[in-house]
C-alpha cells in the first residue's frame, strides 16, 4: 500500500513544498535494526538518520511494529531535503501505508515536526516561512506542526490554513483519527503586535554629543548609513545602541519578512513568535566574511540578513578584515545579498542602515594634548583600512568629541527618543506620499531617476555643491549621497523644496575632507 502526505523543506530561506509517499511490501517480515528501511529524494544525513527515530517513536508510542521493506520517497526528487522536519510526516505515512491509521484525512495535511525517541514532537526551524507558503497551497486542509511552533505558524497562516500543533506522535494520530477535528490554533497578528513592546534605550540618557544626536536623527528619517569618529568613552556605542528606539515602527510586511529570515536559523526566542522591533546587530570585528553576508555549503543568511530593516552597528571599524569590509559594498547599494555556492543560488534581503564607529588613530586618542603618541604614517595605515569606495556609501561621517568638564558633571538634558521618533514618523511619512508606488521606501534608497525628480535645486545650490565637489575632492557618488541626505533634511523640517541651507548642513556631515579625521 502507499501512502502519502506533504511537508515542506527551506532552502535559504523559501520554503519549497515536498511530497512524502511511502510503500511498504513484504509485511510479514518484521523490520529489525538492519531492516531495509530506505529513503530516497536526495535526502542529507540528518532526513536518513531518521529511520532510526521513527522506530523507536513509532515502539514509544505503543503503535504496533512496522514490518516489511519500506520505501519512503520525498518529492520532487531533484529537490535536497535537509533537517530533521521530515520526522513526523514520514511516520504518519508508514503507519497509514501499514494499515495502522486510516489515511484518508492524511493525504490532505501538511506536516512538520521532529521526533524524540519517547514520540515526543520537538520545534523545528522555519514553521513560519513554510506555514506562509502553505497558506498559499490549495487542497490542504490543515497543518501539523509541534506545539512549541505554533503560535509562528499560526500567525504566518492567518486565517486560510488550520493549524493544529501536537506534542506528541499518538497525538498527532488522535488528530487524524477523531471524526471531527479539533478547534485549530489562533492567534492574531494584530493582537499579537499590540500586546508585545519592549523598553529600548532612550537619547535622554545621552549627555551633550548634540551634532551626534542630529546625524543619528537623520539617519533614521532618510534611511542613511553613518559613520562616527571620536576618541574611547566619548558615547559613540551608547548613540548607536539608540538608534533603533528612534526609527519608525516595524509594517507588518517588515515583520513577517525580518521574521522568515530568523525563523530559519533557529532564532526565534520562548513566546516571541515574530521579530516585531527593529533588529540591532552587533558582530564582533573578528566575524568572517561569510558569518557577516551568509554562505556555508548550503546557503544560510549572515549578519546583514538578521539586521534586515534594522541596524547593523560595526564597532571599532578599522579592526574588521579588509575583505570582511569590501564585501558590504554589493547590499549596501541594493539591498539584497546574492550567495551562489555548489549546492545552489540563494538571495537574501539586506536592507539595513550601517552605524559603524571607529578611534580617529591606532592609540585612540587622536590629539597630542591627550596623549597621542601615533606617527603620521601610522594614522594613514590605520585609516586607509577603509577603502574609499566603501567611505563613499556612507552617507553621514561626523566627528563625535570630547565631553568637556561641565557636560560630564550635568545631568542628561537632551531630547527623549519619543520626541525624536515623532519627528522621524513624520519625515517617513511624507516620503511614502513621495514614493508611492515605486519599490522604494525612504530616502536613502533613492536612484539616479528619483534624485532628479525629487531633489531638484536652485542655481544657488547649485554653485554650492559645484564648489563643494572641487574643494573636497568628491566623487559623483558622494554627490548623490549629499543630495539624499539635503532631502532628509528638508523633510525633517517639513520643508517641499531643498533650500541651500540642507544642502550646506549635508555636506557638513561629509567628513571625509582634509581637515577630517578621515582624510588620508
Do not use: W
Amino acid at each position: 500500500m502507499i501512502a502519502k502526505t506533504y511537508s515542506a523543506t527551506v532552502i535559504g530561506i523559501e520554503a519549497h513544498l515536498v511530497e512524502i509517499e511511502v510503500h511498504i511490501t513484504n509485511r510479514n517480515t518484521p523490520v529489525g535494526p538492519d531492516s531495509p528501511i530506505s529513503v530516497v529524494g536526495l535526502p542529507d544525513a540528518a532526513v536518513r538518520e531518521s529511520r532510526d527515530r521513527i522506530r523507536s517513536a513509532v515502539l514509544s508510542s505503543s503503535f504496533p511494529a512496522l514490518r516489511g521493506n519500506t520505501v519512503i520517497n520525498l518529492a520532487p526528487a531533484d529537490l535536497r531535503k535537509e533537517g530533521t522536519g521530515f520526522d513526523l510526516g514520514m511516520a504518519l505515512a508508514m503507519l497509514a501505508a501499514a494499515g495502522t491509521i486510516p489515511q484518508e484525512r492524511l493525504h490532505t495535511f501538511a506536516v512538520l515536526g521532529e521526533l524524540a525517541l519517547d514520540g515526543t514532537v520537538r520545534p523545528v526551524r522555519g514553521a513560519l516561512p513554510i506555514a506562509a507558503m502553505l497558506a498559499h497551497r490549495r487542497g490542504l486542509a490543515g497543518f501539523l506542526v509541534p506545539r512549541a511552533n505554533a503560535e509562528e505558524a499560526a500567525l504566518a497562516a492567518g486565517n486560510t490554513l488550520p493549524v493544529y500543533p501536537v506534542a506528541s506522535l499518538r497525538e498527532a494520530v488522535h488528530c487524524l483519527t477523531v471524526p471531527e477535528l479539533p478547534e485549530p490554533y489562533r492567534a492574531s497578528l494584530h493582537d499579537y503586535l499590540e500586546r508585545t513592546s519592549s523598553r529600548l534605550p532612550d537619547f535622554a540618557e545621552v549627555k551633550g554629543q548634540t551634532m551626534a544626536r542630529r546625524a543619528l536623527e537623520i539617519a533614521a528619517a532618510g534611511g542613511h548609513n553613518i559613520l562616527m569618529t571620536g576618541p574611547p568613552g566619548t558615547g559613540k556605542s551608547m548613540l548607536a545602541n539608540r538608534l533603533p528606539g528612534i526609527l519608525p515602527p516595524m509594517t507588518l510586511a517588515e515583520t513577517l519578512e525580518t521574521s522568515r529570515i530568523y525563523s530559519v536559523l533557529g532564532l526565534l526566542g520562548h513566546g516571541e513568535p515574530l521579530v516585531n522591533r527593529r533588529p540591532f546587530r552587533a558582530p564582533h570585528h573578528t566575524v568572517s566574511d561569510v558569518g557577516l553576508i551568509g554562505g556555508g555549503r548550503d546557503p544560510h543568511p549572515g549578519e546583514i540578513s538578521l539586521a534586515h530593516n534594522g541596524v547593523l552597528f560595526l564597532d571599532e571599524l578599522p579592526e574588521f578584515k579588509r575583505n570582511v569590509l569590501e564585501v558590504l559594498r554589493q547590499p549596501l547599494e541594493d539591498g539584497i545579498i546574492t550567495v551562489s555556492r555548489a549546492a545552489g543560488s540563494c538571495v537574501f534581503p539586506a536592507r539595513f542602515i550601517l552605524c559603524a564607529a571607529m578611534n580617529p588613530c591606532p592609540c585612540g586618542r587622536g590629539e597630542v594634548e591627550l596623549g597621542c603618541t601615533c606617527r603620521i604614517e601610522e594614522k594613514r595605515r590605520y585609516l586607509k583600512k577603509i577603502s574609499g569606495p566603501l567611505l563613499d556609501r556612507i552617507d553621514l561621517q561626523i566627528e563625535v568629541r570630547r565631553l568637556t568638564e561641565d557636560e560630564l558633571l550635568a545631568a542628561p538634558a537632551g531630547e527623549s527618543s519619543i520626541l525624536i521618533r515623532q519627528r522621524v514618523i513624520r519625515a517617513r511619512e511624507i516620503q511614502q506620499r513621495r514614493f508611492a508606488g515605486l519599490p522604494i521606501h525612504c530616502n536613502g534608497q533613492m536612484g539616479s531617476r528619483e534624485l532628479q525628480e525629487f531633489c531638484r535645486i536652485s542655481d544657488t545650490g547649485k554653485t554650492l555643491l559645484r564648489q563643494a565637489v572641487t574643494r573636497f575632492k568628491l566623487s559623483p557618488r558622494a554627490y548623490d549621497r549629499i543630495l539624499k541626505v539635503a532631502r532628509t533634511i528638508a523633510d525633517l523640517g517639513g520643508c517641499e523644496a531643498l533650500c541651500e541651507e540642507h544642502l550646506f548642513e549635508a555636506i557638513n556631515y561629509r567628513k571625509n575632507i582634509p581637515d577630517s579625521p578621515l582624510a588620508f
